[in-house]
């Protein structure tokens, strides 16, 4: 698992590339089910959002804010915004393709990045992995001990260059418009 989850790593976005172009050839997309992925999209990038700001990479065990609900609120984000355009393209074919590389993808990450993450915290990630899901998140807060508050920081977020993530939703947003406008013509 290790190797394939370390390829994914590496690789996933550019991956993603040549899976875009072959989710557009199928999408057939119409203004309402662009605005439907939209709305669901806005989720996605308040989750994403949110745990950008709490997330301080390479440097703390981050167990606050998002981190307390699930261990991945960014892939959590990522996850809503995959179904987001799922439902724009308005085709159950592109809703299999995204959920199908999403789901290989993203659980090697995920599980790559836990052995990490154990390995630069060994004294609490073990207690924050019994408290806290991988990825379907809780509705309480977990209470790590130890853990600091933390709190959102929109300079972190900025840090995080999670502004980068709305901006790349726009722009399949519009591509998605253009292709329907095209497709009238």
């Given at each position: 698992?290790?190797?394939?989850?370390?390829?994914?790593?590496?690789?996933?976005?550019?991956?993603?590339?040549?899976?875009?172009?072959?989710?557009?050839?199928?999408?057939?997309?119409?203004?309402?089910?662009?605005?439907?992925?939209?709305?669901?999209?806005?989720?996605?990038?308040?989750?994403?959002?949110?745990?950008?700001?709490?997330?301080h990479k390479q440097e703390v065990l981050t167990v606050t804010g998002p981190y307390a609900h699930t261990r991945n609120p960014l892939y959590l984000g990522s996850a809503i915004l995959t179904l987001s355009a799922a439902i724009a393209t308005r085709s159950w074919l592109c809703v299999f393709i995204l959920s199908g590389f999403f789901s290989m993808v993203y659980s090697a990450v995920m599980h790559r990045?836990?052995?990490?993450?154990?390995?630069?915290?060994?004294?609490?990630?073990?207690?924050?992995?019994?408290?806290?899901p991988l990825f379907f998140p809780r509705f309480t807060a977990a209470q790590i001990g130890g853990a600091s508050a933390g709190s959102f920081s929109f300079a972190q977020y900025r840090k995080n260059h999670e502004w980068q993530a709305a901006i790349g939703f726009l722009v399949l947003l519009a591509l998605l418009l253009l292709l329907w406008h095209l497709r009238l013509h």
């Open positions: 698992m290790s190797a394939a989850a370390d390829f994914f790593a590496r690789w996933r976005v550019r991956l993603g590339y040549p899976l875009a172009v072959l989710v557009f050839w199928l999408a057939r997309p119409t203004p309402r089910s662009i605005l439907a992925g939209a709305c669901v999209g806005i989720a996605g990038l308040w989750v994403r959002a949110w745990a950008a700001g709490y997330l990045e836990e052995r990490e993450l154990r390995r630069r915290h060994p004294a609490g990630f073990d207690e924050y992995a019994t408290a806290v």
